[in-house]
């Protein structure tokens, strides 16, 4: 079970980046248009999540 969080608090990263990647994933399945377009509508939306988990691992300080 997740952990209940006080309702006014902001989101943290991860779950902010969780919600917006499940909505576009909804909005894809939902677009009328061939397999192929959604699949490559998928690609990028994956590719793009990849560079910002990149960035953020990046940013993030060297433990050690």
Do not use: Y
């Amino acid at each position: 079970m997740d952990p209940i969080r006080p309702t006014d608090l902001e989101p943290t990263a991860a779950e902010l980046e969780a919600l917006l990647e499940s909505e576009e994933l909804q909005i894809t399945e939902k677009l009328e248009v061939p397999d192929e377009v959604k699949e490559e509508l998928l690609e990028n939306i994956e590719r793009r999540h990849e560079a910002d988990r990149e960035e953020t691992r990046a940013d993030e300080p060297l433990n050690g």
